[in-house]
């Protein structure tokens, strides 16, 4: 191993490729998921502990605006993950492996992403 090879430790001059952008979105989205189901079964637990839990509950994904954001970010994140997971699971197939259709597929993976969590963000407020 040569030594005495430059190193790059300025994080700001360092251009990833698209490719390695949605692989670091797609492993963020999935700890914001895992986080965001402690919030959801919270609610969950809430709203089966009885009727006043309920309406608490709804009142709040109502009218509250960090409930909507917490709801809205895991949704996000939702959205990304699946596109994203669907995206790999046909790679597993073969297709999109090449460096210019794997470009063209995670352009499309960040497109369809976009799409769906400006439609989620419509749907919940």
Not at 32 to 60: H, K, P, R, T
Request: no cysteine; proline share 2%.
């Amino acid at each position: 191993m040569n030594k005495k090879r430059p190193v790059n430790l300025d994080l700001s001059t360092i251009s990833m490729p698209v490719t390695a952008i949605v692989s670091i979105l797609h492993r963020i989205t999935g700890v914001i998921l895992f986080v965001g189901l402690a919030f959801l079964f919270y609610a969950f637990d809430l709203s089966l502990e009885s009727q006043e839990g309920f309406n608490q509950v709804v009142n709040a994904l109502q009218t509250s605006f960090i409930a909507k954001f917490i709801i809205w970010g895991v949704v996000s994140a939702l959205m990304y993950h699946f596109v994203a997971g669907v995206k790999h699971l046909i790679m597993d197939l073969g297709y999109f492996e090449e460096l210019d259709s794997g470009r063209n597929a995670a352009i499309a993976n960040l497109v369809i992403a976009a799409v769906l969590i400006l439609l989620a963000g419509v749907w919940i407020w």
